[in-house]
T-cell receptor
Framework: GAVVSQHPSWVICKSGTSVKIECRSL??????MFWYRQFPKQSLMLMAT?????????EQGVEKDKFLINHASLTLSTLTVTSAHPEDSSFYIC?????????????FGPGTRLTVL | AQSVTQPDIHITVSEGASLELRCNYS??????LFWYVQSPGQGLQLLLK??????LVQGIKGFEAEFKRSQSSFNLRKPSVHWSDAAEYFC??????????FGTGTRLLVSP
């Protein structure tokens, strides 16, 4: 149980285009999902917290107009990198927390490798 | 503010030898503590977690961790390391609806 999927697992795009990454909780409902960014050989950096049916909460320094997050259902959150540039190339990981969870236990997706040419 | 320190950037252990990965945290209240493992190019897998109760926590793949409040530590241990354990290990702290804070990770290398 508690499986989280991400799609696509990797994507290559041209500079200036937009890329959408999906995060799905497969066998549970997740009122809260999280989006992280990870640079090579570094830890995870929380980008934003996504709550179903409301606007995402972005961490300081993360451009909300560049990284659009939508959490339209209890099983799906999407991250859209708008007008991507090479510096946006990174490993993006989502996680989900079970509805009603009080312990902040998060289940992670396998990640999406974004390369912007 | 909460924080996590993993003082060892990388550790090399011989296969079959014991392992201990260190994690120290700073948190104002009773912390919820987690250990995750990440293989190259993969997401994070939860190894074990501590919320309350018994301070020695058993996890998957033969791992265990001990919560020591007096030392603000939550070290991860395994009695006998296998080559497949080579990966990046992250300690994290969080509670309630606050965000998880991750340590910088420890890369485990297993020598034959």
């Amino acid at each position: 149980g508690a499986v989280v999927s991400q799609h696509p697992s990797w994507v290559i795009c041209k500079s200036g285009t937009s890329v959408k990454i999906e995060c799905r909780s497969l066998d549970f409902q997740a009122t809260t999902m999280f989006w992280y960014r990870q640079f090579p050989k570094q830890s995870l950096m929380l980008m934003a917290t996504s709550n179903e049916g409301s606007k995402a909460t972005y961490e300081q320094g993360v451009e909300k107009d560049k990284f659009l997050i939508n959490h339209a259902s209890l099983t799906l959150s999407t991250l859209t990198v708008t007008s991507a540039h090479p510096e946006d190339s990174s490993f993006y990981i989502c996680s989900a927390r079970l509805a009603g969870d009080l312990y902040n236990e998060q289940f992670f997706g396998p990640g999406t490798r974004l390369t912007v040419l | 503010a909460q924080s996590v320190t993993q003082p060892d950037i990388h550790i090399t252990v011989s296969e079959g030898a014991s392992l201990e990965l260190r994690c120290n945290y700073s948190y104002g209240a009773t912390p919820y503590l987690f250990w995750y493992v990440q293989s190259p190019g993969q997401g994070l897998q939860l190894l074990l977690k501590y919320f309350s109760g018994d301070t020695l926590v058993q996890g998957i793949k033969g791992f265990e961790a001990e919560f020591k409040r007096s030392q603000s530590s939550f070290n991860l241990r395994k009695p006998s390391v296998h080559w497949s354990d080579a990966a990046e290990y992250f300690c994290a702290v969080g509670a309630g609806f606050q965000k998880l804070v991750f340590g910088t990770g420890t890369r485990l290398l297993v020598s034959p």
